[in-house]
Each structure stands twice: as C-alpha cells, then as structure tokens.
C-alpha cells in the first residue's frame, strides 16, 4: 500500500510511521507542517528507508494536497495532523479551530477530489482514516461507566470540541458523499518521544532537574492510558480490517488517577536513577506539589474497547506497568531528544540556522 500519513512527526503520528515501515513492506508518505509539536528527531532512526517520503506541508492548504494526491496516488491517507495540547487549546483556540476542523474540511475535500479520480475497485478499497480522541465524550459521570461508539458527544475544552467537530465532517463526508472513512477514539497515549509539555514527559523530566512536579487540582483525575505502540498497532489493524464508516474506539484497561501516575514515575525513578535524586529527598515523590486545577478539567475518561477487540482482534500488549517502566527508561536513555525539544535546537536546524 501507499499510505499518506498526516502530522507523522508528531508523538503518536511518527510511531504509526515507525511501525509501518517495520511491520509491512508499505510506502509512507509523511506529510506535517512541523509547528512546535513535530519534531524529525523521532524520526532520524528510520528516515533513511527508501520507502519513506517526508513533505513539510500544511492540511490547511488545498493547492499543496491536491498536488500531493495527485503526484504519490495514495491508497488510504492516515490523519493524525492536529493541535493536541489541551493547555494551549484553553491559551489560544485559533490554532485548534484553524487546523482541527479548517485542516480536516479541506484534507476531506482533497481527499474527495482525488478520490473521485480513482478507478471503481480504487475507489472501493480507498480508506480515509481519521483519528481522533476520547476526550470527543466529555467527563464519565459514574465510576463503572465506559465510553463505548455510541456514547453522545459532550467535549469540554476548545480541544476536545475541535476534534469533535472534525469527528463529525468525517462522518458527513461518507455519508454525503460516500468517501470510505474510519474513525478511531482513543484514550491517553504515553511512550517514548511524547513532547515534554505533556503530563508523563512533563513529570519524569522535572523530577530529573529536581524541579517541583505540578499536579492539577487534587490530582484525582482519572484517565485511561495507551502505550502509543499498541495505538499504532490498532492504527495499523483498523486500517487494514475495519468497516467503512464505522468508529472504533481504542483504550488500555489501564484506568489511573493522575496522582498515581506521578507517583509510579517518582517509585521508578527512585530505583532507575537514585543517583539523579536531591541529596535533600529520600523519594523523588516529595517533589509533588498540587496546583489550580485546570479550567473544565475532565474528572473521568475510560474506554470500553469491546468492539475493536472483538470484531478486529486486537488487544494492546503492553500494561501500564510495564509501559511506563519502557517510557521512564527511554527518557533516561535518550536526553538528548528531550534536550533539543527543551532548548529549541530541534527547531532550529529545519528553519536552517
Ligand atoms: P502531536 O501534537 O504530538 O503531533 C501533531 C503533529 O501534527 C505534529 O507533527 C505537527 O507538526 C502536525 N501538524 C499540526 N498542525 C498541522 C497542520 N496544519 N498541517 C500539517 N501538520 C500539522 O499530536 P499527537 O499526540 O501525536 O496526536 C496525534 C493525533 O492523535 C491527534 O489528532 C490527536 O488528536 C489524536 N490523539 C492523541 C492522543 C494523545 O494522547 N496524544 C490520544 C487520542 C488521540
């Protein structure tokens, strides 16, 4: 296959292109605009695959897609391109509206255009993949209740309501115009190469430079959490088995509050990397120090993850035992991606400085 993969040097988007080129024998083209949040750092392992094309564009400009489409001739376009950071969603919603929902319109009709180009058995196994986040749900009321496909839409923060929106053009383009789509929903993601503001990369380099580790609020949030492998994986099933225009929603059984979270990272580090430790600290946990909680915080995400399980086979591999322990390991290993992220350095060489 050709796949065209958008934002696919962001966190999640260059694992699916790692996986890709590792697991089949498929051509990927990479198509990203690099804001703050892509980086071809993640990506320098296997840049050099002769099956891998990177092309810095923006999904907001149809001129260039219509080209791309035109000139790669792709068999499933994979959409992962988004502004993602609910914080700088709350700071500044310009940017989700712009690329979430304005980017998704016109990668739809792009897509559309191209597609109506194709031949009839083209156009039949044509897929235009569309991921996207459980946030799209809202808050869980009780503690048993689980996200399934079916549960209404009811986003809380200029994030979640971008990808919703972007949930829904998705949908009206299959069924105006009957362009085969899939849509997945997926919990937290969490792994190596996850951009430092988020909350695990966030937590596991603070306590390294000894700084205080800020919990939001009483740090009871509850979230369901993925190791961004088995994302990919499932990425990579849904593709390849699921039903045009049908959701899938994809979780880890891995429910946590936020303050466990942080403090599985301080046991970890307290036995990968004592030595990293403030003489003045017995246990990196006595970093944590609880902040004003986040305006519209979701108190409880979790995924019921049935339906991908049953009808597509896939299950993720990894518990959140021991995916954080690979997460916390990875950025021990490799301070170098994260200290290019944290000085700028990552930015500065593509800008060619
Ligand atoms: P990310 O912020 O790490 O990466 C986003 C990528 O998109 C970056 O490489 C960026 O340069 C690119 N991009 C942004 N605007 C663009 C534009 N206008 N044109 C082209 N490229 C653009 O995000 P992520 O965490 O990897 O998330 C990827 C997708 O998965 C998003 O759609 C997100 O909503 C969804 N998702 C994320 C999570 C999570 O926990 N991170 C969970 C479920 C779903």
């Not at 690329?99 to 897509?111: K, P, R, S």
């Not at 919990?187 to 430092?196: C, E, L, T």
């Amino acid at each position: 296959m050709k796949i065209v993969v958008t934002g696919g040097a962001g966190f999640i988007g260059s694992a699916v292109v790692r996986h890709l080129l590792l697991q089949t024998q498929d051509q990927i083209v990479n198509l990203d605009k690099l804001t703050y949040a892509g980086n071809l750092e993640s990506l320098a392992d296997i840049a050099d695959t002769p099956r891998y094309h990177f092309i810095q564009a923006d999904i907001c400009d149809r001129q260039t897609l219509d080209q791309i489409l035109a000139e790669h001739k792709p068999d499933a376009i994979m959409h992962l391109a988004a502004e993602s950071h609910v914080d700088r969603s709350i700071d500044g919603p310009a940017a989700f509206i712009e690329t979430n929902i304005v980017g998704t319109y016109t990668l739809l009709e792009a897509a559309r255009h191209y597609w109506k180009t194709l031949d009839a058995a083209s156009q039949a196994s044509f897929r235009f993949h569309h991921i996207s986040t459980d946030e799209v749900y809202g808050d869980l009321e009780g503690t048993d209740d689980l996200f399934t496909e079916d549960t209404p839409y009811s986003p809380s923060s200029p994030y979640s309501a971008s990808k919703a929106s972007s949930d829904h053009l998705v949908r009206a383009w299959q069924r105006t115009y009957g362009l085969p789509i899939l849509v997945t929903n997926c919990s937290n993601n969490y792994g190596p190469r996850h951009f430092p503001e988020k909350l695990i990369p966030h937590m596991i380099i603070n306590a390294l430079h000894g700084k205080p580790l800020p919990v939001y609020g009483n740090g009871q949030q509850i979230r369901d959490w993925l190791y961004v492998d088995d994302h990919a994986r499932a990425l990579h099933q849904v593709l390849l088995k699921g039903e045009p225009g049908e959701t899938y929603n994809i979780g880890g059984h891995n429910e946590m509050r936020n303050l466990q979270v942080v403090e599985t990272i301080c046991d970890l580090l307290d036995k990968l990397a004592p030595e990293r430790r403030p003489e003045a600290l017995g246990s990196y946990r006595e970093l944590i120090s609880f902040v004003t909680d986040r305006p519209g915080h979701d108190v409880r995400y979790a995924i019921d993850a049935s339906k991908i399980e049953q009808e597509l086979g896939w299950r993720p591999q990894e518990t959140f035992e021991t995916g954080i322990e690979k997460t916390v390991r990875w950025y021990l290993e490799n301070p170098t991606w994260w200290q290019r992220v944290l000085d700028g350095s990552y930015q500065l060489e593509r800008l060619g400085a």
